[in-house]
């Protein structure tokens, strides 16, 4: 069988010959989200630019008339959304609504996959939100998104790894080899979308429970808690361990809570899944 090393330079000569590409972001998302760092941009322009795709818009009104976001008067046209939430609410919103889109498999095996990741990557992204809430200093769409990146290397090594049958029938190595190179593919895929470094830091560490970014909570240790709170411990290695990652004091989460177990905690966290599954 294929080793990590010969699998990984494989992977990479792949990318560069252009035998497998990385992910790339909806042309709309990208479109939505330079243009709200322009000054002039209006609430029209960036309406029409989502109108271009009609899945994102009807998935963009859905969600602004969700419990999360809606307001007394139900938002009908997108420029309403536009204007009712924000611009960068709005830029928020149309890449995370993006990121689906890319979790598309080529068989039947990787959907399997694929849907599973997805489905852990929105509970993260749900826990994620939910602690920012608490911390003022970062943007909890933010937080969602950074929950819904933070693993996103994993979809070109597992889309190449099909290349290799006995891999793929080997559960525990296939697990191994993507949980050991997700890091690096997912920080080249993020700087390749030009996201910026404090989303590309939460694919770079959000494995690891020793990650100190610095004294104020950051995304990445946003995500590592969400990561802990939705896995099953023993998977992580004991919630007796948690009380030696330091993203927990700066979360500002008791290693002994259970996120879920606080009140109206579920409720927040299956809305926000409401709105990616």
């Keep these: 069988m294929i080793g990590k090393a010969e699998f990984l330079?494989?992977?990479?000569?792949?990318?560069?010959?252009?035998?497998?590409?990385?992910p790339t972001l909806p042309e709309v998302a990208l479109k939505v989200r330079d243009a709200v760092e322009q000054e002039n941009i209006t609430a029209h322009q960036i309406a029409d630019m989502v109108g271009t795709d009609a899945a994102l818009s009807?998935?963009?009104?859905?969600?602004?008339?969700?419990p999360l976001y809606r307001g007394r008067v139900p938002i009908e046209s997108i420029q309403m959304a536009v204007t009712r939430l924000g611009y960068k609410l709005v830029r928020s919103l149309v890449v995370s609504l993006a990121m689906k889109q890319i979790f598309q498999a080529t068989s039947d095996t990787?959907?399997?996959?694929?849907?599973r990741m997805w489905e852990q990557s929105v509970e993260i992204a749900a826990i994620s939100r939910v602690l920012s809430?608490?911390?003022?200093?970062?943007d909890k769409e933010q937080a969602m998104l950074a929950g819904l990146i933070h693993n996103i290397g994993s979809l070109p090594i597992l889309t190449w790894a099909e290349a290799y049958p006995e891999l793929m029938e080997d559960e525990v190595e296939l697990d191994s080899l993507v949980a050991e190179l997700t890091p690096s593919i997912g920080t080249q895929i993020l700087e390749f979308w030009g996201f910026p470094e404090t989303l590309i830091k939460v694919a770079a560490e959000a494995q690891?429970?020793?990650y100190d970014g610095g004294p104020q909570a950051d995304y990445?240790?946003?995500?590592?808690?969400a990561r802990l709170q939705a896995l099953p411990a023993e998977d992580i290695g004991?919630?007796?361990n948690w009380i030696n990652?330091?993203?927990?004091?700066?979360?500002?989460?008791?290693?002994?809570?259970?996120?879920?177990?606080?009140e109206g905690v579920a409720e927040d966290i299956e809305s926000i899944q409401g709105v990616f599954l």
């Design 133 to 138: 809430q608490n911390l003022p200093h970062l």
């Design 58 to 66: 009807t998935r963009l009104l859905q969600v602004a008339n969700s």
């Design 220 to 225: 990445v240790d946003v995500v590592i808690v």
């Design 208 to 210: 690891n429970l020793q």
């Design 9 to 22: 330079e494989s992977l990479q000569t792949a990318i560069k010959e252009n035998k497998i590409t990385l």
């Design 110 to 115: 990787l959907d399997v996959r694929l849907r």
């Design 238 to 240: 004991g919630m007796a």
């Design 245 to 262: 990652v330091p993203a927990f004091l700066k979360v500002g989460l008791d290693p002994e809570v259970e996120l879920i177990e606080i």
